[in-house]
Every structure is written in C-alpha cells, then in structure tokens.
C-alpha cells in the first residue's frame, strides 16, 4: 500500500470496504470456476470484466481473458467478429489501466492482444497520451511508447523531438532525460544522418541541460544527464595503453634461483624470481579484452611458444585495465651477465577491444633490457637467515638521503605513443571544459552552497587535468589538483549525508597527487633495512601510510611497488589492487577491512608473502559488503565445496570459516600479522597453519 | 545504529504479522488474495529475522504452499490461480526458510523454468494445448537470454532475477544459459549505470536490485560501473535519511531493501548514512499496533513490514538475524543450502 494515511478504523468505513470486499470474492470465485472450467460465454466474459474492473491486478483473470479470446477467435474468421473481440479487450485494458495505471498486467495485455496483428496501433498514442499527461513519470507508459514506436517504424528523430517536448515543458522530467539519451546514444552510433559530428550534437545538448542546471540546482534530473555528457565528452572511444611494467628503456637485472630472501633483495630495477619468471604487465586507460599472443608481440630471444595473458580482474571477468604474462628464463646456471633486449609491440593489428567495442588502433612499441643474474650471496645468515620483516619506522630509511637514481622508476610519461584525439577533437574536447569549468565556477557565484555545482566543478577540474597529462607532450604539472580537494573538503560539510562518497573522491586525488608526481612521490619512497643490512641492495618501500585515504587508486603508476605500507589509513576496499603484480609485502594494518572477502584482490599475487592485517574489522559486521565481490560456490565462481571439506572439524562450520579458506588457500605467505581482530582464536590459528604451510611468523612469533 | 537499539517494537511486529492472516474481510486483504505466496515469504521471512519464526506452524504452511503448486511444477499465487515465477520464487524461499526445500521434485521443477526461457518465440503462436506443457523457471528463458514471467510471454529483467535465484537456492543453474541470461540483462543497463526492465527501460531501484543480484549470483558483477550506479544509487537517499527508487520521487521505506541490496553487493553502502536510514524506518513503524508503513503515519502492510526489517537487518540493527542481499534470505539459511551440502 502506498499513501494512504493510517488511520483509526471508522465503522462505516469498515462496513464498506466489507461489502466491497464480499463483492469482489464473490467475482473471484465466479472467475477461477470459469477458468477451470474453460467456460467462455457472455457471461462468464462479463464476470472476469468486472473483476478485472474492480482490481486489475488479479493475474489470473488476464490469463483467462486470452484463453477466451484464443477459444473465441477459433471459431470466428470474418474480420467484423475478430474486430469486436479484439476492440473489447482494449477497451477492458484502457478500463483497468484507469483504475491503475501502474497495472503489469494490463499493460501486458494491451501487447498481447495488439501483437496477435488484428488490429492497427493507431490509437495507441491517444492511450499513451492520456496516461503520459496523468503521470509523465510513469515508467509502464514509457516502455509502452518504445514498443508502439518500434512496432510503427516511428522515426527516432521525431521521438528525440517528442523528448525535447517534454523536457521543455518540465525541466524535472528525468524519464525523458533518460529516454533521450537512449536515443541519442543509438543516433548517434548508427551515425545518422544530421548525428554524424558527435562534436556539435554534445554542444548542442550542454545548452540544453545547461537550461536544466542552472533553473533548478537542486532538482537531479539533469545532473545524472550532465554526467553522461561529460563522459561522452572526455572518454576516448578507443582504449589507450598508459603505463606498463617494466618501463621503457630501463634496464632490468634479474636473478633468480637464489636462496636470499627476495623480499629484501628486490628494488625498482631489480627483480628477484622463484620459479625463473619474469612479469609482463600491460596498464590500459579502460578495460580491454582480447590481450593475446596475436595482439602483443613480444620479441625475446628465449621467447619461443605463444605467450599466455591473463586479465588482472578479481571476477572471472574476459575485461582488464591490467594485463600479465610471464616471461620464461632458460634454466640453466650461468654466472656470466648477459643482456637481453626485449621489444614490446601492439596496435597493429587489431582485436584488443573496450567495453565500447572501440579497436585499440595506435601502433606503440617500448623496449627495455634484461640483465640475467644467478645470485650465490651469501645470505645474511648463511641462507636460512631470513628475518622477520618489521614494519616500523626504524626499519626505513627516506630515499631521498641515498645516492641511488629513482628516476626508472618514477618516470611516469615513459610511453612515448602517440595519443589518439585527433587535433580537432582535442581542441573541441579543450574548449568544452573549458567553457563548462567556466559556467560552473559563475553558477558557484551566484549560489555559493550548490552542491551540484561544486561536484561537477571539482569533476570538470579533473577532467581537465586527465586530458593536459594525456595531450601534452612535455610533463604537465597538474594545477587543479588543490582546487579540487578543497571543492570535496567542503561537499563533506556541505552535504554530510554523502560525505563518505566526497571523501573517497578525496581520497582518490590525494593518492594521485602523491604518486604521480616526482618530487612528492621520493618523500614517500624508502629503503627497507637501513644500515642494519648488510644485503647489497635494499628493497624500495612506498609508504602511503597515515594519510587517512578511505579509496586508493592510480595503480598505473605502481605497477613497480614490490613493498607497499597501506597502514593507518581508513581503506575498507583494495578494489584494484590486482594489477600490482610484483607485491611481496603489504601492510594493511589499522585500517577497516571487515572481511577476508574483501582482501580478494590479494589472491591473484602469486608473489606475496608479507602481509599484515592486524587490528581490522574482521568479523565484526553480520553483513559482508564483498561476499558477491569474490570466487565463492555463492557467486557460482568456483566448480564445488569440496575443498571446503578439507578444512572442516566437528567444532568447526564450513559456514563460518569458507571465506578464510577461499582467501588464504592459494596464498605462499611466509609471515602473517592479524592480531586485533574479532575472528583470531586458537580453532583459527589451527585452520590458518593448515591452509599456509609455508607460514613461518604469525601475529610477529615464529611458528615452530 | 546502537544507540537506536530497543526502538523497533519487535513484539508488536510479531503480532501484528500473524494477525493478517486473521483478517480477511476488508477489500485490501480480498485484493492481495492472489499473492498470498508473496505475502506468506514476506511474514515469514520478517519472524525469522526477529527470531520468532517457531511462532507459526510449519506443517500448515508447508501443506498449504504445496496445494498452490501447479501440476506442470511452478507454483500460482493461492490455490486455484495460475501459475507464475513471481510465486514460484516465493514458495521455494518459503520451503528454504524451513529447511524443507526436499519435498520439492528439484528437476521437474527446475525443467519447467528452463521451459520459459524459449517463451516469447512461443507467444505469439501460442495455443491453449500448451497450457498442460510444463512451465515454470528453466522453462522461460528466451532465445536473447531474457525470461518470461509465464507462458504468456511478459519478459522483464524481474522475471531473469527470480530464475537465477531459483535455480541457484535448487542447486540448478548449470540448467540455463548463464552467459546468455547475464547478456540480456546487460543490455538493460542505462547511461545512468542502472537497469530498467526491458532494452531502453528507465532505472528504477527496484529493477536495478534485480539486474544486480541475478549478476551477483551468476558471478558477473563485472558488468557494472559500480562508482556511477553508487553515486546514482546514494543520491537516492533524501534529506528526511530515508530513500526514494527515482530521482525526483518521495521516499519509501521499500527502497531500504532495494536500494541498500544494490548498494551492499557492489561494496557502495558507505555513501549513504546508515543511522539516518535507519531512523526513517523506525519512524515509519505503527507503534501502537505493530507493523511498517512506506513512509511514518501511512497505512502499513506486511510488503513494507518485510522491507522495513530487512533494511535494519541490513544496516546491521543490533538483535536482528542477518540477510542475504542477493538470494533475500537470512545468511544462515543461504549458509545452509551452499555450504551445508551432504
Ligand atoms: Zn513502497
């Protein structure tokens, strides 16, 4: 029931609603008799009119309505007959349809009837019409007009038009607002005639919404329209490759076979592999598919079968931004240092693809060299040294103090490939954020508390420094960026009831503003092991911890991070995560993870093996936000349970433990930290030796 | 949301739920006759996550679901009305919420919602000898992967939810063409990141909980742009904290379930204010008589009730069971059927 006021129960009232009720079971009754009966007279047709009269939404008496017409049209051929039977059950429907247009099942039936073919559409509009003008939102009449308009060939342009219509009439009508852009967006990819310059019919629409906006800030109709607009705007149709590991140009040293602990051997330009592989990792600006051996040329010497990519995606998703394969080392044991030269080539043919269906179409090429190195040092303590790995401050030490060259890795525009807008489209797409940034920033005059105003402002800003980084050849310094954590910082005040969304946006530019840019990116790069070491090289850790980050992003540029500290942040999602490949040890200690489900993305790292996750929310809340997010016999992404058994005891469910087992089971954690969250007690401690074999420090004491 | 802990009135609520079932004279409860399945899964689904389902008796509500179902497997609405998955899906969660989903022919049943799958191609020549064919989920998909809600051929994305989940609670989804179903659902994504219910269909909270669950349950949560359907999805929250289904429409305490589900299984529920959320549907409950309204001092009925419960069970309101977002049924009965499996 909706509307109607709760109100004490009024005899009269009472007396009523019982004769109406009596009435209308008296006809429900007489209707199921007729039906089962397959009773089709007069009569029995006047019974389910009335009902259907009286409550529309009694499914069955539709149902028998079509028996009698399919029963009634058997026996009639002349088209008088078939004229009257037909006109009768439209004229039922616009009956019941009156009583309530919101009725499935009259609406359903109108099409039923009307697809039989026996009569014309030509009153269709007239019906549509009326309920259009009774409730312009009404979303049954909506779809109804789409299929009259499908079934008389109506032009799309002249229901663009009709759209143009409504929304003038009504700024506020976000159904027209949504009905047009799906004609528009089909106009618009058929290429139509007078549709064919995307340029001019997106200038043509900013007016139009503008219109929107600027009357009413407050009503959403036209903001989720503006945002689309946008999107169309700066969105390039055809995927681009923005980062990849390693960079182009640089030259790889990388040993393998060695019994050293690889996690502190490991720097930018240093990799150490177990299994005498070598990551690949290709970072596009959307999410591609169809990243292959015959899209991707590698040229390497030793490369000699087909080389398989995988996508980086938590899901069993066929779409990526990042992509990986591995590349294969003779195994042999060599001390010479040989130089290999590896060439990467892609954009020549085509079959790597969006989500648009856009062709990635530019020919780009980078190279880089590979060192080999069999590394025989002497560990730190004769090879069974390893050390536990201490994430405190003492055990790190600022870069910027040590003669070590970071520009390999923090050489962000190393692709040198040539960008995909066209000058003119370019200047087009300049000068509409441009104008936008502009009426914005004189609405935010006018109103200086418009919320919507001063979200698409901080969103054109971004925009706009998204394109300049892309378009321009020489590294552009991105000079929105405090513009636009102040616009956030005051929609957090401005409109509390969102501000978590406001502060992952924050968030998201905080972390760019960090990493993406040289100078502010070394402040946070350390070296682990400090003069303690005596290894020769140390590992590089970036530390983003304590910045209050609730969303991390920007992981083109840390496709290189082999130690990352996340600590002290407020991140409840690593949503992303996957694409950094080359992780060995995470600290995502003092954070809100509330779930083993939610560290998903840490599955497909088969190189991790320090993490901490201590003091979390894990198994804290009853409701778990990632449960669908994750390979589980729920989403139907893994084959059975029968490896869930395995881990089951009397005293323990499967219910309560499937999702550590689903985490931890594939994971080659040699040190584990969750001390400080709700699940630790000794049945777990138990399960989590069981299902990490190769555990040798939990919660920060050896296991043995 | 602990300090609004002791404000649902959960006896009364009880109360009031089983005294629908008493009152069946007024015009309302005669023209709800048809879904009393639907009804019998919100009552019953609402004591269970108060934690008083053992208040009624299971025997007679098993016995009376049984009678609803139709010799071709699904299930009508009450005894003597049609078949429909809409009913269907209701009487299988009321057998799961009992733990009694084996008094079910799984395969019959299962058969006939594939039987819906080929339905539209079937309508338009359609003939009533086809009414004693089998008919109920597996049996209504379409050839564009879509599904129909009978064999009447009315295909919306609703209709593609509740076969997915069907099948899924039935240990049967392998039946259907997943990857099909997923495309045809994809393909009523809008601009705004939503779903309507056909191609080119407005969003709508409510078919947008359907669209993201069925992908959800079928592994395909990939499909969707999970920051511009959130943004979309929080802004449904109004000032007054409770939310609406459309921009530009009043709020309603059944959006809690809708919108909040969508939100939880795309990991977007921190955008709104649980606690606002919460307060709105506190304030929408008949304190005197029990039961929930759509919006405080409205009418109430068991279809908001339900609703009403269910948000606060999302929003984690303390002493309340939780639910599962995608298969709408309390976690320990979902944990039951998918990993309780001998
Ligand atoms: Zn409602």
């Known amino acids: 029931m909706h509307g109607q006021p709760r109100k004490p129960l009024n005899p009269d009232d009472d007396a009523a609603s019982i004769a109406k009720a009596a009435k209308l079971r008296n006809l429900q009754s007489q209707l199921l008799h007729n039906h089962h009966n397959k009773i089709y007279t007069k009569e029995a047709l006047e019974i389910s009119w009335k009902l259907l009269e009286l409550n529309p939404e009694i499914y069955t008496g539709w149902n028998y309505r079509k028996l009698a017409v399919e029963h009634n049209l058997q026996a009639k051929t002349d088209p008088e007959s078939i004229k009257s039977i037909v006109d009768e059950e439209l004229k039922l429907v616009e009956t019941a ?328 489209a370019l200047h087009f797409l300049i000068e509409t954020i441009t104008t936008e940034i502009a009426l914005f920033r004189e609405l935010l005059l006018e109103i ?60 998201l530019v905080l972390m760019e503003k960090v990493i993406s840019n040289r100078k502010s990116m070394s402040k946070h790069c350390f070296f682990y092991g400090g003069s303690s070491s005596s290894n020769l090289c140390n590992s590089v850790c970036l530390r983003l911890n304590k910045l209050s980050l609730s969303k991390i992003g920007s992981f083109e540029h840390l496709l290189w991070v082999q130690m990352l500290d996340l600590s002290h942040n407020e991140l409840h999602s690593i949503e992303g995560l996957e694409a950094m490949q080359l992780l060995s040890s995470l600290n995502l200690g003092y954070n809100r993870f509330s779930s083993f489900t939610a560290l998903e993305p840490l599955r497909s790292l088969q190189t991790l093996k320090v993490l901490d996750i201590s003091y979390n929310e894990i198994g804290v809340h009853s409701i778990d936000t990632t449960r669908y997010l994750c390979s589980s016999p729920l989403s139907h992404t893994v084959e059975d349970n029968c490896d869930f058994d395995e881990y089951a005891r009397d005293d323990v469910k499967i219910a309560d433990t499937w999702e550590a087992v689903m985490f931890f089971k594939g994971l080659q954690l040699r040190q584990l930290n969750m001390t400080g969250n709700a699940i630790s007690d000794d049945n777990f401690r138990i399960l989590l030796l069981k299902l990490l074999p190769k555990l040798k420090w939990l919660d920060g004491k050896g296991v043995h | 949301m602990d300090l609004l802990s002791g404000e649902l009135e959960v006896e009364k609520h009880v109360k009031y739920i089983l005294s629908i079932e008493k009152k069946k004279d007024s015009f309302e409860s005669v023209a709800m006759e048809h879904l009393r ?64 989903l084996d008094v079910l022919d799984v395969d019959k049943l299962s058969d006939c919602i594939l039987w819906l799958n080929f339905m539209e191609k079937n309508a338009a020549t359609f003939s009533p000898c086809l009414l004693d064919r089998k008919l109920d989920i ?90 511009l359907l959130g943004w979309w999805l929080c802004e449904r929250q109004l000032k007054s904290g409770g939310l609406n289904g459309r921009p530009e429409k009043l709020p309603d305490v059944c959006y809690s379930w809708w919108v909040l589900t969508s939100l939880i299984l795309i990991d977007r529920v921190h955008w709104i204010d649980k606690v606002k959320l919460a307060r709105f549907i506190l304030d929408c409950q008949d304190k005197e008589n029990g039961g929930i309204s759509d919006r405080p001092d409205d009418a109430v009925d068991v279809f908001h009730t339900y609703f009403g419960v269910a948000g606060l069970s999302l929003l984690e309101y303390p002493g309340l069971k939780a639910i599962d977002p995608a298969h709408a049924l309390p976690v320990d009965v979902i944990n039951k059927i998918f990993f309780d499996r001998k």
């Open chain 1, 448 to 507: 200086k508390c418009c919320k919507i105003g001063k979200l698409t402002l901080a969103r054109l800003l971004i925009a706009h420094d998204a394109i300049m980084t892309y378009n321009t050849p020489v590294e552009y310094k991105k000079v929105n960026t405090e513009e636009v954590l102040e616009l956030f910082t005051d929609l957090m005040k401005l409109d509390p009831t969102h501000s978590s969304y406001y502060k992952d946006e924050h968030s």
């Open chain 2, 37 to 100: 399945m639907n009804g019998a899964y919100w009552g019953l689904t609402t004591l269970d996550l108060l934690g008083k389902i053992e208040t009624v008796d299971q025997d007679e509500v098993i016995s009376w679901v049984m009678q609803c179902q139709h010799e071709s497997g699904g299930f009508a609405g009450n005894v003597g009305h049609d078949p429909h998955i809409l009913y269907t899906l209701s009487a299988v969660q009321v057998l799961a919420l009992f733990d009694k």
């Open chain 1, 97 to 424: 349809l009156s009583r309530n247009y919101k009725s499935y099942g009259a609406w359903h039936h109108r099409k039923w009837i009307l697809n039989k073919g026996f009569s014309s559409f030509d009153h269709e509009f007239r019906l549509l019409n009326k309920f259009q003008k009774a409730d312009s939102r009404n979303f049954h009449a909506w779809n109804y007009r789409r299929f009259v308009t499908a079934m008389k060939n109506i032009p799309e342009k002249e229901e663009l038009q009709y759209t143009t219509d409504m929304i003038n009439s009504n700024f506020s009508n976000y159904s027209a607002w949504h009905n047009r852009s799906v004609i528009l967006s089909n106009l618009l990819k058929r290429k139509a005639e007078g549709f064919t310059s995307k340029e001019n019919v997106l200038a043509e629409e900013y007016d139009l919404v503008h219109q929107a906006v600027f009357v009413d800030p407050d009503d959403q109709s036209g903001w989720f329209y503006h945002l689309w607009l946008l999107e169309q705007t700066v969105t390039p149709d055809a995927p681009m490759l923005v980062s990849s590991w390693p960079i182009h140009d640089s030259d790889m040293i990388v040993s393998f076979k060695s019994n050293l602990d690889e996690t502190l051997l490991s720097t930018s330009t240093r990799y150490c592999s177990e299994s005498g592989t070598f990551p690949l990792i290709l970072y596009f600006n959307q999410p591609v598919e169809g990243v292959s051996s015959s899209t991707v040329t590698v040229n390497f010497m030793f490369c000699k079968e087909d080389l398989l990519w995988r996508p980086l995606s938590t899901t069993n998703s066929k779409k990526s931004h990042a992509w990986v394969t591995h590349l294969k080392f003779p195994d042999k044991e060599d001390n010479s240092s040989k130089v290999y030269p590896v060439e990467v080539r892609l954009g020549h043919s085509q079959g790597i693809i969006s989500s648009s269906g856009s062709h990635y179409n530019f020919p780009s090429r980078f190279a880089f060299k590979v060192t080999l190195q069999c590394v025989e040092l002497e560990a730190a303590e004769g090879g069974s040294g390893m050390k536990m790995l201490d994430w405190g401050d003492g055990s790190f030490q600022i870069c910027e103090d040590l003669p070590l060259d970071l520009s390999p890795i923090l050489s962000l525009d190393q692709l040198k490939i040539s960008r995909n807008h066209e000058p003119t």
């Open chain 2, 138 to 227: 597996c049996g209504l998909q379409n050839e564009d992967g879509s599904f129909s809600g009978d064999i009447w051929g009315e295909v919306d994305t609703r209709f593609s939810y509740i076969a997915i989940c069907c099948l899924s609670l039935l240990h049967r989804l392998d039946k259907i063409n997943t990857e099909k179903a997923v495309e045809y659902i994809v393909s009523c994504q809008n601009l705004d990141g939503g779903f309507g219910c056909t191609p080119g269909g407005e969003s709508h909270a409510g078919q947008i909980f359907c669209c993201v669950s069925a992908l959800a349950i079928t592994g395909s949560l990939y499909h969707i742009d999970k920051d």
